[in-house]
Structure formats: structure tokens, C-alpha cells
């Protein structure tokens, strides 16, 4: 009968979870992060090690990298042979580590990116500094655990006779746990740990007067010093990391950025490359060349500008833009206790400090133990000649070795140690120089055995016993600090005109809210032809501007939309626009009322908005700057169904004029209009009655006495001259401007301010179009009617009125 076979019937679940979190714990404790004690995670130990004990060390010559990593392979470390060369390759790049700790000939990758040559034609050796991680580890120092197969012992951590955790700092990608610790300037952490031992209750402030942050490879500089900080304080931090770079002068009066350090762990081909694409996309203008110069001598890129560019501008942009400028997150996890935890500057100067004082105190036992053995031995080899004569009959007399020393033993009371050492003894020995040399032994041992075990007996010894080392250690290996660290970040604003290229255009805004830009060839080409637009609409602006500027539209429906005129369509002049929704979306209904060109937003600058309703709003200019313009912005919020009827821009001395339908006119000065906020609904601007409503409003300079020129719903039109109305204040009944009639009394459909060369079209219910030089209409009174421009009766009432928008040149000098 078949034996039976044993089967556990458990969850897929939890045969997962317990599976996977085993595999976590490995990979945390044995792979992806650094021991706090060493700084080393398990493959760059055992490489270390692998390499010492095959005496692949700084003061012998180079060995193949193949032959190392095979010993690693072999006795330590059961992975891939990539896995292994890659770890010993990154401990010998010296643009990755701040001390190298392998020494390599032959192509070991580069700040490129590129990868390293084979390991069959790289030769490598232990670095000095290497060998004070590995030195005393043959005293005890450290524990030892089996190897992989059993057949061999490995250190659970080395000795590490400086604080290399800081020192070269660590990166690595586990399960739930992440670890970015920066490297250290080798000097400043050994005073960090020296003040820690002076003080353990040291702050994170005193510790910064002497650790001043991180102190990368490749140098550059460092921004933020609140968020170095609050790394050293939580372990959690983030700096602003930027290369450096300078200006030159070079030939025909233009000037060049030169770069000759990057932040660290960037890819230097990359960031070339991506500063020549931005070159070639005219994300940045002025930029000629893009050269990388680098060569044995060190890093150098060359960013050649072109004449008039400007350089402090394009470098700001590279800041912002490329990886010239780049964010550094601390993220100091070590593990700690066999235990993955976030680590602050103190606890891990606490953790080095609680390894170096059991490491000493190891070595400092082994040391005394060696010195007692020997002690005895030599006290045995004194008293031994002393009595040499009979030594040598009694050792003449005996059979073999165990016979003699079993002999002198009983014979002269030696212990077994001291009995071997003198069976041992080769003849030589026994003249006088060698007992007087033996005397001399002894007393130094015994002088070597006091200090141990006064070291032993005593902290503050050992304390200073540790500081003695580090302080060589920092006489030995260290040198001055190539990062620069500035207190605050700095913040880059970037001038428009560094990304854009300059040139004049003229922009059409329509009411059915198509846009475009045009160069000025091709409106010169016109010849003064109408602009390609649909039928039913109309110009709302036409502006010569500059793609430097902006320009603001606001609609019907109490929004703007912000658009830069270098994102605009470039389209020609007879060609329909795009249409706004391509841009920004808005709704359907939604008709352009207004477009104000902006070159600054000034603070001296106001909107004047008026509704249908009879509102009125003043509000700063500068609250209408738009960081993000994806979509239609509130320009202020309205009631019910109201809607906006006009948007003027002042400097604050103009005076406003606003009619209703009924022909109730009314003037007053601006300042009538308190400035209130972007989303506030404003203030009344006149008294309306029931039915009634604001056909316009307009502005002008305080100063100007336009015409204004109304047109009513049955096809008349009149021009009067503003100072037949009494200037008044806000929200009065006003002025009539129509005479009413029992009879088919006129209603306002049109209300302009005008001047010189001015036209005005209306559209008729029957959609006839007529247009009219309001100028040239006699002047009337208030109270009259105006004059017929067509019959009503058979050609429609009027429905819409607008005056054809006058070519606006570019801005004068003080405007906005």
C-alpha cells in the first residue's frame, strides 16, 4: 500500500502573504539597504571583505575584476555576476561616492550614463580609505555568521573605522521602504561625531555648526537650508540641487553659459540633450549652440547664445526647466537592530558611536588578551634562563617533546604555555642579548597590558581612545568640502521674453469669439481689405501687439480668458481665426464682449465693468493675472440673468457715461466706483425702473468732451455733445437723451462715445446691414429724437449696434 501523502490545505492567501513576506524580509535585510553601523549594504560588504582577504589590497598591485567577483559569487554572495560587478563598479565611480572605495583601471562608466567596460578587462583593488573599514577585523571586532553553504564565516558588518553611512551616503529600492541618504564631506561628519560623543545631548542646530549638509562628488550647490534641517531632525527633507555655471564674453559681443558641474546623480548626456531639444523647439530663445566640452581635464557645457539674448534670463530658464536644477529628497533608512527604520542625524551618530564603542572595546580584550599570553610566555622564558643549565639537563634526560615538557613542568613549575614556548626555543635565543631583550618585552607589555585595561575600566577612555582614531582618520583622507550650501531657495521668475520670440503681430478678436494673429506682411498685404470672418459676426478689436503681451477677453457671461498672443494661431488675414473653445472652453452661448491688450499689469491700472442690470464694478488690474489659463476665469459674478454690456480699462481718472433703453443718460467721475475684489458682483451704477435696462456704458479721459451718439430700435440715430448732460454721481435716475412719444416711443438699441473717423453698423430684424459716420450727423439737443437712417416699417427694427473697432497701435510708454 502507497504510503500516504501528506498535503496542507491552506488559502492561496495566506501562502502568498507569508511567501511574499519573507522575500520582503530579505530583500530589506540582505539587498536593498545599508547597515547603520557601516553604511555598507550586504553585496558592497562582501566585496570589501572578499577583496581584503585576498590581500586585493591598495598597497598591492591591480586584479582582474572577473576574479573578484567570482570570489564573491563563490564564498559570499549566491546572485548574478551583473548584480555583484555593478556594485563594485558603482563603489569606484568617483562621480557617485564622495571616497571611493574600489580602486579601478580600465573603463569604469562615466557621468554619461555609459556603461562600464567587461569585468574580464577591468582590473580593481581596495582604496586606502576602504581599508580602514576592513582594519582590525581580524581581533574580534566583529560577529561573524556562517556563509551561504556553510563553509566559510562572513562579518555581519565591518569594523568601520570612520562614519561612512554619511560619509558616502546610500540609494536603494526594498519592499515598503526606500532609503535616499546623501554623501558627506569625510572631515565635517567625523567633528559631527566627535561633538556627539563631547555632548550626547548635542541639537541638530549644534551639530549643523560644524555638518554643514550633504557635500556631493560632483560638487554644485545646494539651496535650502531649512530642508537640510529638517532631513537631520526626521530623516525627511527636500533640497534644491543646482550645477554651477557662469558667463563668459566670447567674440562679436554675445556671451556663452558655461556649466562645469552638474547636480548629482544626473545624467549629463541626457541633460545636454534635452537643452539642445529645447533649443531646437524654441522653447527658449537665444540660444545658438549647445557643445559638450568635457575631456580629461574636467566637465565643461557650453551653452553659445546669440547676440541681444539675455543670459541671466536663459540661465534662469535652464533652472527651471533642465536638469541644472534639480530636487534632492532625504530619505535616511539604514537598518537599525535588524530593523528598518528612519533615521535622524543624531540617531545615526548615536548608532556609529554605540558600533565604534563595542568594535574598541572588542579589539581592546583581544588586544589584552594577546598581550597577557605573551606576558606569560616571556615571564616563563626569563625564568627559563635563569636556570638554563638544568633546563637542559632535565630536557636531555627526557624521551621526546610531551616527555620534557611534562619534566619541566613538575620540575619547575611552568605552566603548559610557557613549557611549549621553551621546548620550542631555538638555541640562539639563549645568549644574554636575548635575555635583556626579553626583560625589555616584558616591561612593555606590562605598560601595554595597564593602558588595555585602563581602557577597559573607563568610557571617557575609551572615548577618547575612538576620537584619537577618527581624528587620524580625518588627518589621512580629508579634503576641502565641493558643494556650496545657500540658506534660502531662490525663486525663478522668468522673463516672457526668454522663451518667446519678439516680433510684432496684429491680433482680430471677433464677437462670435474667433482670434487670431497675423504677421505684419501679411495685414500689410491686405491693402486694407476687410479681415476673413463669418457672416453674422463682427470685429470686436483689431490690436498691433507684440508676442511678448497678453491679451484679455471677456465675455457676456462674466468670464475672461487669458491668452498669451505667442499661443495664439498664426493665421492670415483673410483666413477665418480659430475659434476661442480651440483654447479655452466656454459656453456655446457665450459672445466676446471686450479684449484689452496687457504688456504689465500694472498697479495704477483698473477694469470698469457694466452690466445689464445696472452694475457697475471697479477692481485692480493685477488681480485679472492668470497663472494657468486652461480655462475661462471669473471676471466678476452676476445675478439672476445679468450680463455683462461692457469692460474698459482706466488709470483711474476717466469718467464713465452709462444709458439705459428708455434714454435716461448718466455722467459721473470713476472715483463714484469703489475698487472692490476679482469675484465681486459691484455696485448700482443707475437707478433703473421696472423693464428697464443698460444698453452701454463707456468710458474716457476726464479731460475729452466725445460725442455721444445713440441709436434707436426704430432705426434713428442722433449725436450730442457731452456737455449738454450735467455730470453727476453714481446711481442717479440721470439725464433723458429721447424725447417720449405716445406712440411708438423710441428705445435705445446703441450708445457710443465717439470720436474722428469713428463708423457705426446696426443690423436690422430683417438682417439688413448699414453702417454710418456718426460724426457727420447734425448735433442735437437732449430732447429730440435724432434723424431717420432708414424705415423701420419695411427695412426692420434695429437689432444690434456696434462701432467698427479703430486699428490700435502698440502700447505708449506708460501704458499697461
Known amino acids: 500500500m502507497a504510503e500516504a501523502e501528506n498535503f496542507l490545505d491552506l488559502p492561496l492567501e495566506e501562502v502568498l502573504g507569508d511567501r511574499f513576506g519573507r522575500y520582503s524580509k530579505y530583500i530589506i535585510q540582505e539587498r536593498a539597504l545599508p547597515d547603520a553601523r557601516d553604511g555598507l549594504k550586504p553585496v558592497q560588504r562582501r566585496i570589501l571583505y ?38 563594485m563598479v558603482r563603489l569606484s565611480q568617483e562621480w557617485k561616492v564622495r571616497n571611493s572605495l574600489v580602486e579601478m583601471h580600465g573603463n569604469n562608466g562615466s557621468i554619461d550614463g555609459d556603461p562600464p567596460a567587461a569585468m574580464r578587462y577591468t582590473e580593481a583593488r581596495l582604496s586606502k580609505i576602504a581599508s580602514e573599514l576592513l582594519r582590525d577585523i581580524n581581533k574580534e571586532t566583529v560577529d561573524w555568521v556562517p556563509n551561504f553553504d556553510d563553509t566559510i564565516n562572513e562579518p555581519v558588518v565591518l569594523p568601520a573605522k570612520y562614519p561612512n553611512l554619511l560619509v558616502n551616503g546610500s540609494t536603494g529600492i526594498s519592499a515598503g521602504y526606500a532609503t535616499d541618504i546623501p554623501p558627506h564631506n569625510l572631515a565635517e561628519v567625523i567633528d559631527a561625531v566627535i561633538k556627539k560623543i563631547d555632548k550626547p545631548a548635542v541639537t541638530v542646530d549644534e551639530l549643523m555648526q560644524v555638518i554643514k549638509g550633504p557635500d556631493f562628488p560632483t560638487g554644485g550647490t545646494i539651496q535650502g537650508i531649512d530642508g537640510i534641517r529638517k532631513a537631520y531632525e526626521t530623516g525627511k527633507g527636500r533640497i534644491v540641487v543646482r550645477g554651477r555655471a557662469f558667463i563668459e564674453d566670447i567674440r562679436g559681443g554675445r556671451q556663452q553659459i558655461v556649466i562645469d558641474e552638474i ?172 635575555v635583556t631583550a626579553l626583560e625589555r618585552e616584558a616591561s612593555e607589555l606590562e605598560k601595554q597590558i595597564d593602558q588595555l585595561e585602563t581602557l577597559l575600566s573607563s568610557d571617557r577612555k575609551l572615548f577618547q581612545h575612538i576620537k584619537k582614531e577618527l581624528r587620524a582618520v580625518k588627518r589621512a583622507f580629508s579634503d576641502e568640502r565641493q558643494t556650496v550650501i545657500e540658506n534660502e531657495i531662490e525663486a525663478l521668475t522668468i522673463d516672457i521674453e526668454v522663451t518667446v520670440a519678439s516680433e510684432d503681430v496684429v491680433v482680430s478678436v471677433t464677437r462670435d469669439g474667433y482670434v487670431k494673429r497675423t504677421s505684419l506682411r501679411s495685414y500689410g498685404a491686405s491693402n486694407g481689405d476687410d479681415p476673413g470672418i463669418k457672416d453674422d459676426d463682427y470685429l470686436v478689436s483689431l490690436l498691433e501687439l507684440n508676442t511678448t503681451d497678453q491679451v484679455l477677453l471677456f465675455t457676456s457671461k462674466g468670464k475672461y480668458i487669458y491668452l498669451p498672443i505667442h499661443e495664439l494661431p498664426d493665421i492670415r488675414w483673410k483666413d477665418v481665426g480659430q475659434h476661442i473653445s480651440n483654447l479655452v472652453s466656454i459656453d456655446r452661448d457665450e459672445r466676446i464682449i471686450q479684449s484689452i491688450p496687457v504688456r504689465s499689469f500694472q498697479e495704477n491700472a483698473y477694469l470698469i465693468f457694466f452690466t445689464r442690470n445696472g452694475m457697475v464694478k471697479r477692481s485692480n488690474l493685477t488681480l485679472y493675472k492668470a497663472q494657468r489659463y486652461s480655462r475661462a476665469l471669473v471676471a466678476l459674478n452676476l445675478k439672476n440673468d445679468d450680463e455683462v454690456v461692457g469692460v474698459y480699462k482706466t488709470k483711474g481718472n476717466s469718467d464713465v457715461f452709462i444709458g439705459s433703453n428708455t434714454g435716461a443718460g448718466l455722467w459721473y467721475h470713476e472715483s463714484e466706483i469703489s475698487v472692490v475684489g476679482q469675484r465681486a458682483v459691484g455696485v448700482k451704477a443707475l437707478k433703473l425702473k421696472d423693464g428697464e435696462y443698460v444698453v452701454n456704458g463707456q468710458v474716457f479721459d476726464e479731460w475729452s468732451e466725445p460725442s455721444i451718439v445713440v441709436v434707436t430700435h426704430r432705426g434713428a440715430a442722433k449725436q450730442m455733445k457731452l456737455k449738454s448732460f450735467e455730470k453727476s454721481s453714481r446711481a442717479k435716475r440721470g439725464q433723458i437723451m429721447l424725447r417720449e412719444l405716445k406712440n411708438k416711443a423710441h428705445r435705445l438699441v446703441g450708445l457710443y462715445a465717439v470720436s474722428d473717423n469713428d463708423t457705426i453698423c446696426f443690423k436690422t430684424h430683417n438682417n439688413e446691414l448699414h453702417s454710418f459716420f456718426p460724426l457727420e450727423l447734425s448735433v442735437s439737443d437732449r430732447y429730440s429724437n435724432g434723424s431717420f437712417l432708414i424705415d423701420s416699417d419695411n427695412q426692420g427694427e434695429v437689432t444690434e449696434v456696434w462701432k467698427i473697432p479703430a486699428y490700435e497701435k502698440p502700447f505708449d510708454g506708460d501704458q499697461s
Open 50 to 87: 572578499a577583496m581584503n582577504e585576498e590581500n586585493n589590497t591598495y598597497d598591492k598591485n591591480f586584479r582582474k575584476s572577473a576574479k573578484t567577483v567570482g570570489t564573491v559569487i563563490g564564498n559570499y554572495h549566491p546572485h548574478g555576476d551583473t548584480s555583484v560587478y555593478d556594485a
Open 263 to 434: 547636480p548629482y546623480d544626473v545624467n549629463k548626456a541626457n541633460m545636454v540633450k534635452k537643452i539642445d531639444e529645447m533649443r531646437i523647439d524654441k522653447k527658449v530663445e537665444g540660444i545658438a549652440e549647445v557643445r559638450d566640452e568635457t575631456d580629461r581635464t574636467g566637465l565643461r557645457v557650453v551653452i553659445e547664445l546669440k547676440k541681444g539674448a539675455s543670459s541671466e534670463g536663459v540661465l534662469k530658464y535652464l533652472y527651471k526647466n533642465s536638469d541644472l536644477q534639480v530636487t534632492y529628497n532625504f530619505n535616511m533608512v539604514a537598518i537599525k537592530d535588524k530593523t528598518p527604520k528612519q533615521l535622524s542625524l543624531p540617531q545615526i551618530l548615536d548608532s556609529y558611536i554605540a558600533h565604534q564603542k563595542d568594535v574598541v572595546t572588542r579589539q581592546t580584550v583581544f588586544d589584552l588578551n594577546k598581550a597577557k599570553k605573551r606576558s606569560h610566555i616571556v615571564e616563563g622564558l626569563i625564568k627559563a634562563v635563569s636556570i638554563l643549565d638544568e633546563l637542559i639537563a632535565t630536557i636531555r634526560a627526557s624521551k621526546d617533546k610531551q616527555d620534557a615538557k611534562k619534566r619541566i613542568i613538575h620540575a619547575y613549575a611552568f605552566s603548559e604555555a610557557q613549557a611549549e614556548a621553551i621546548v620550542t626555543l631555538q638555541l640562539y635565543r639563549l645568549t644574554n642579548t636575548d
